[in-house]
């Protein structure tokens, strides 16, 4: 790589961590990835094909163990929901969840979700997208890190239909603040769902998970972010 091409690279907004996969998410990745896995090679995506209906798209950034995911898919079959991970042992983990509840309503890829966003999706082609718990870099120095930046706020914005909900959370509080003044700076393009301006009660579509009844009962407060495009 050139010095020029090093010093325009992207800063990555996470650390690939490789757990070991147990043996149902090995088997999960052999027998149900061809079925719900997405190749992505920088191109436009085509969803409505790719779910095969033209149902309401929703997009998960960083799903973690895919359990909140495949709830909301689980609750709502009507809507169409689409997971970003980069870390293989999560996504084991929702293809058995997948499995387990028999959805067809969840498509995963495995890929940077800030390239998805900016170079795979068309504009105006998703009902909403979740952020949940996304990695605070809470060092001062790593900052420039975290993902949610003005300008993929300005991507959220050309992908989401009018209408359409963000939903962000963190149970850390700077970072809650940060996301909050980032979020409002972007007033015409999203409108801030609570009147006065702040967080948003957390909404029973959000699963309420062992991660944050942990972090509750060591005092972590958690904050509901939601807001409307214009």
Request: with cysteine.
């Amino acid at each position: 790589m050139s010095e020029a091409n090093s010093h325009h690279r992207r800063i990555r907004s996470y650390v690939l961590r490789e757990g070991r996969l147990t043996q149902g998410q090995q088997r999960a990745f052999e027998q149900l990835w061809p079925d719900f896995g997405i190749p992505f090679d920088g191109n436009r995506l085509g969803l409505q094909t790719l779910f095969e209906n033209s149902a309401p798209i929703y997009l998960e950034i960083g799903f973690g163990d895919g359990e909140s995911l495949a709830q909301m898919a689980a609750c709502n079959p009507d809507n169409n929901y689409l997971g970003v991970e980069m870390h293989r042992p999560g996504i084991g983990h929702l293809l058995l969840k997948i499995e387990q509840l028999m959805l067809t309503n969840i498509r995963i890829i495995r890929h940077d979700a800030v390239e998805v966003i900016t170079q795979g999706l068309a504009d105006a082609s998703l009902s909403g997208v979740y952020l949940f718990f996304p990695d605070p870099w809470h060092k001062r120095r790593h900052n420039k890190r975290r993902i949610l930046q003005p300008a993929l706020v300005e991507q959220l914005a050309r992908v989401m239909r009018p209408g359409g909900v963000f939903h962000a959370a963190t149970d850390w509080e700077e970072y809650a603040e940060y996301m909050l003044q980032v979020m409002n700076a972007a007033d015409q393009a999203f409108r801030n769902c609570t009147p006065d301006g702040g967080y948003s009660p957390r909404p029973d579509y959000r699963l309420l998970t062992k991660f944050e009844q942990r972090g509750q009962q060591l005092g972590h407060r958690v904050r509901d972010l939601i807001f409307q495009r214009r």
